[in-house]
């Protein structure tokens, strides 16, 4: 039987910046300075370009010569055509996802609905972040199609950082409730109510942005610590 392939160093840094950004904890614009990561990980800065170099591949962070590498901050036409290419890719998988559906699936997909729940009665921010954007990710997942996972995953990810630039409220509580209703249209079978519940789900998170905010920082140190 195969074995997992050990975690490297490179994927850990990669792993933990991801999740720094996508729980909102490392904010568009800050410096990503080398130095501080390598003795935060305990690792070389060519670990640390190595990392850094992949998260610029995924387009959550900027290197910009002879300036360093910074948390991306997603202009306003990318952050349209982000959610654009979501509505092609998540429309089409909850097609699918109902025409392929299994009482297993369903079922793992209601386990993850009874961890988001609980997690909107917990304090941890984070979690539920998390755990919402997750959401998307487990239909594709659940299909057993890993590229199209890999690939929402990636949109998630940079769907954080555009939500924390300009939204203007945490939706938190508002995307649970949409997200309630498309997985009872999935339950139910119910092809064109799920779609349509999608549609209007990833309208409304775009139409609460608020494109004329400002940027906002934070500092590296308290990012990666998780402190507030």
Request: charged share 20%; hydrophobic share 45%.
């Amino acid at each position: 039987m195969d074995t997992p392939a050990p975690v490297s160093a490179t994927d850990t840094i990669v792993e933990n910046l991801t999740r720094a950004i996508v729980e909102h904890r490392l904010l568009p614009g800050t410096k990503l300075a080398e130095q501080k990561l390598a003795d935060h990980f305990g690792v070389s800065r060519t670990l640390v370009r190595q990392a850094l170099f992949q998260l610029a591949q995924n387009r959550l962070i900027r290197q910009e010569p002879a300036r360093g590498a910074f948390v991306a901050t997603p202009s306003v036409d990318e952050a349209r055509q982000v959610f654009a290419v979501r509505r092609m890719l998540e429309l089409a998988t909850v097609r699918e996802f109902i025409a392929s559906s299994t009482p297993a699936r369903i079922q793992l997909l209601k386990k993850h609905m009874d961890a988001e729940r609980a997690a909107m009665l917990e304090p941890d921010v984070g979690r539920r972040t998390e755990l919402l954007g997750d959401f998307h990710v487990q239909i594709a997942s659940l299909m057993g199609n890993a590229v199209l996972a890999q690939l929402l995953g990636d949109l998630i990810s940079r769907c954080a950082l555009i939500t924390l630039m300009y939204q203007s409220t945490t939706a938190a509580e508002h995307s649970h409730d949409e997200h309630e209703g498309i997985f009872n249209a999935i339950v139910a079978g119910d092809e064109s109510t799920a779609v349509r519940l999608m549609q209007e789900h990833l309208d409304n998170v775009e139409a609460g942005l608020m494109f004329e905010r400002s940027v906002p920082t934070n500092d590296l140190s308290m990012a990666l610590t998780g402190t507030n």
